[in-house]
């Protein structure tokens, strides 16, 4: 186990979840279901018996800093790594990666996201250590791919190929799909959802960066003697905003030639939207999901209504609604005209500026 | 002027502006408009040019005691009547008049609800002027009669009788009347909002409840030596409870010779329901009354939107909805169902207590 490094991304904004989340107030530092723990609280909580605590890194955006270390206080200041600016996942898992290898060359690196909801905890935990096993193992990449539980068009999906048992060698990444197509992946049984859940050793990620994107790579291989100094945040500084906007996906995964996937089944939603909060809630007879709050409900089927904890909400007829309240905002519209959220934040940011946004 | 004295009723409870309005926090406390004035301030200030603040008068449960001396710290002890429970218009009339005359005999005086809206202040103060003037000169009850806006079925009519001018003898009082009726009577020309609103002088009145409310009279009579002194507080306490329930219009109105109406129109509402209150509010072109919020509303008609100020609604697509929130309720229902707000509250009370009601 003291090989074993998690890597937890929590850099995201994200209006979706608005007016839940906020800039101030990103998805991951909400506590989504009232249980008192925010997602980043969770996902960190799942490595308890994987990985010491130790070796958890938070990767954020330095705006978060005093939030990361106020959710997760087990954390030292050299845990928690910040990034100057935005420039998704490539530059992140670097910077994380090249760190790791600096403090251990044998690290097994598991890296997630920090907002994402995982409800069999027990089978989560077998499949990480199962797959950290297997990288410490094998010079090879591994992802987790989620058994699909519908013909989902807003995740990505991977084809499995070749191999035995719960792992596979990756065929194929897909973008997300259309319908039709989201039908035909579901139903051949072939295709899994793409989690970002990544696991590798660090000496293999630092090799697929070095052949697949070079000039990242040469950025962070020049900061070896900084990593894990007094004088790493400036290096970092110095080098973010020089590194490109690019994904680990389309930089590596979909481009490497020893990616495997793991078939895996453990009760898995990205939360990325209103509606997937809503499949994974309990509802009561008429479909209406009520969080955190209490709710007095008449003629109403279909919504979904989170208000903060400790409010009540009456509503009669309303059907296929999305109610949400926070702090000053108060959300009412359809549940599934999700793509409309974005323009409300936006407009909302013109007409009162960062007020409600 | 010296003579003109007011009584302003300020006792009710009511839930048809629940969440807005509480058991703790009736109608007539609130600062309906967001104008930073309660609706019994504003009627306090109307009187300004008419009565010496000292001739002013509230009646009240004796649970508000506070919120009214909070809000009219003008007034003195004296001037602040408690009920010791609710009893109706014809007893808190009876009290307020009775403890008027020890002071002056020859006091008129206008008798007021605490929770309506005058949008014509000026109009208001020229009728009242004129009404004050005219029971000073006159045996006779005089009541405010509201030219008809529209075929209202939710409130009382008057018929007026003969007389010339804006003065006239009433020629019956009506109850609130179906649709078909209050159209007949809208378009007669000859029928008139009860407006609940009456003068006259304390000897008229006086006389008036000897012969009509005989067992009121006496009870009232007998505490003579004990209004305006230390003991007025516990005479009343002890002789409310044995009051009956009666209304002033059922007890005197309706059944008194020397009723007049006074024809007046200076834009009035009794602010009953939240539909009355969507009739007087500014709208945007689509319909929509947003009340002391901000908001931002996308394919939304005719609702009616009252948060606390300050607070930012996000809608999309209601159509004649209320949605009010106050504290830590926030009621969404179709504006014109309002008989349900009732229902809704009891069934709040049953399942939490006075928590939110």
């Known amino acids: 186990m003291k090989n074993n490094y998690c890597v937890i991304m929590a850099g995201g904004v994200g209006s979706r979840f608005w007016p839940f989340s906020t800039n101030n107030r990103p998805k991951q530092f909400l506590d989504f279901f009232g249980t008192g723990k925010s997602l980043l609280r969770m996902t960190f909580e799942r490595f308890r018996d994987v990985v010491p605590v130790e070796n958890v890194y938070v990767v954020t955006n330095a705006a978060y800093k005093d939030t990361v270390k106020g959710q997760l206080p087990e954390l030292s200041d050299n845990q928690v790594l910040l990034e100057p ?27 997630v996201p920090s907002d994402h909801l995982i409800t069999n905890e027990t089978e989560y935990v077998r499949v990480v250590k199962e797959g950290l096993r297997f990288v410490s193992l094998n010079d090879s990449i591994l992802t987790l791919g989620m058994k699909p539980t519908r013909p989902e068009t807003g995740y990505g999906y991977i084809q499995i190929g070749t191999g035995g048992g719960e792992l596979r060698k990756v065929k194929t990444f897909t973008e997300k799909p259309n319908a039709e ?51 790493e945040q400036a290096f970092i500084d110095r080098i973010y905003p020089l590194c490109p906007n690019i994904s680990i996906d389309y930089g590596i995964m979909e481009k490497a030639s020893n990616v495997y996937v793991m078939m895996s089944d453990f009760g898995w939603s990205d939360l990325g939207t209103w509606s997937s909060l809503y499949d994974l809630s309990a509802k009561d007879w008429d479909g209406n999901a009520v969080l955190k709050c209490n709710a007095g409900l008449y003629g109403c089927q279909n919504n979904i209504i989170a208000l903060p904890k400790g409010k009540f909400a009456v509503i009669d007829g309303l059907e296929g609604y999305l109610v949400a309240e926070e702090g000053d905002v108060l959300l009412i519209c359809k549940k599934d005209d999700e ?19």
């Open 85 to 111: 600016m935005r420039r998704n996942t490539a530059p992140c898992i670097a910077y994380a990666t090249y760190k790791i290898r600096e403090t251990n060359a044998e690290a097994n690196i598991i890296v």
């Open 181 to 231: 197509m989201a039908k035909i992946f579901y139903e051949s049984g072939e295709f899994y959802w793409n989690s970002g859940m990544f696991l590798w050793r660090a000496d293999v990620v630092v090799k697929a960066f070095e052949s697949l994107l070079p000039d990242v790579a040469e950025k962070f291989e020049a900061g070896r003697e900084y990593y894990n100094t007094e004088r």
């Open 339 to 357: 793509a409309k959220i974005r323009q409300f934040v936006k407009d909302a940011g013109e007409r009162y500026g960062d007020k409600y946004i």
